[in-house]
């Protein structure tokens, strides 16, 4: 069992940056893949980012490209999800996942992971 906790939320004006971390209670990450979605109010679950375990290469969605970056501390126990210039659309409850997930590929969708952490709330105002 992999228990995940995100933390570096809060409240940010548009144009701010913050930056999320997600750390593993008790064990590293470096064998996991790790992503980051989000969710709004009445919304489904969107992919943001995700970093391949071991590889460490990263994919980041079209909406935040340029902006968010995802990255691993060199203990592989926290990751990271640096968000700069903030939008109000970004204003969503983050979400770490993690799995052992094989192969090269990207893995985008959430039932593909298989633990989760509790969300962090991120709101952005105009």
Known sequence: QVQLVESGGGLVQAGGSLRLSCAASGRTLREYTVGWFRQAPGKERQFVATIRGSMDSTYTADSVKGRFTISRDNAKTTVYLQMNSLKPEDTAVYYCAAGLLPGTYYYLRPPQ???????TQVTVSS
């Open 113 to 119: 992971y298989d633990y989760w952490g509790q969300g």
